[in-house]
């Protein structure tokens, strides 16, 4: 067992390697020698006010993704390509650390609120199982929408409080795309009749986006493949939405930073995670209920919270 200062000194490293990937612009970077991004700056700043380090570095950060806004409310992850819009809910939940910045947030929930992917009614002749019509959120314009994106949007959206049937049906977009055994992957559930695997990281997104839903009975299998599954986890993407899915429903496991220690460690032999990576963990490592409850404005999103330490 990992003694406490131990595991703060990884986490210290850690943020200081956040850090260092601030840029002259105010943006943060993916990795060193680059140039900043939206989603890298946003991930920094989440992260660097989840564990208080919410300082000047933060607000040039903000100020950054105001610049990138366009007028219709959208931040792209570049200027090249402003089909590809999926900064957008990682700027709401930045800017949601700040008492500021309410004019663009508004102006972001807007654009999540009228954005959707390319939806039609099933066909019954299809060779995919799940329900095309039921509108989600896409990574790029006019392509279709996927557990990732829709996932990310409905937490910006609960975070900052909003209530909308776009975030309802968003929901109802993720349990259409369950897995019948449990889990979730990209957005599939069979392929010509054949069940899809399902993935961690899409499992988490799914559990964390769904939190706020009154019966457990409709993740259950979800919650146990991401249990069984948990010890086989190392890369940062799967065990950080992993631990956030679970802690959304009151289920992290007591040996969560064990966990997150021994994947931080792998960047020894692989070399440095890139800025959103590094950020997810660490966010897992500071939220105790799931990805919301790094927002203490909403509380609400803790109900489940009886359920904690199951696991250990």
Known sequence: MRQPLEIMDNYQRSLHAIRDLHRPTGGFSYRQNENARPDSTAWAII?????????????????????????????????????????????????????????E?????????????????????????????IKGWPWIADTHSWIIPTGLAILALQSTGVTHQRVI????????????????NYGNTTVFGKEVLPLPECTGVALQALSNTPDTTLIEKSLEYLIKELPNLHT???????LLGLGAWGMKPSHSDELIIESLH???????????????LLCAAQAPNGFHSLF????NFEKHATRQGSLS
Do not use: V
């Open 47 to 103: 992260t660097l006010s989840a564990f208080g380090r919410d300082g000047e570095t933060c607000e040039e950060g903000r100020n950054y993704l105001q610049k990138q806004q366009d007028t219709e409310g959208r931040l792209s992850i570049s200027p090249d390509y402003p089909q590809a819009s999926w900064p957008t809910p990682l700027a709401i939940l930045a800017w949601n650390t700040s008492a500021h910045y309410q004019k």
């Open 105 to 133: 947030k508004d102006l972001a929930i807007q654009f999540l609120i009228n954005f959707s992917g390319r939806h039609f009614p099933k066909d019954a002749n299809s060779i995919t199982g799940h329900d095309p019509s």
């Open 169 to 184: 049906e968003g929901q109802h977009m993720i349990l259409d795309r369950q897995l019948a055994h449990g889990g979730w």
């Open 236 to 242: 940062p993407i799967s065990l950080g939405w992993a």
């Open 266 to 280: 792998l960047q020894k032999k692989y070399g440095p995670f890139p800025l959103p990576s590094l950020a997810l």
């Open 296 to 299: 203490p404005k909403h509380k």
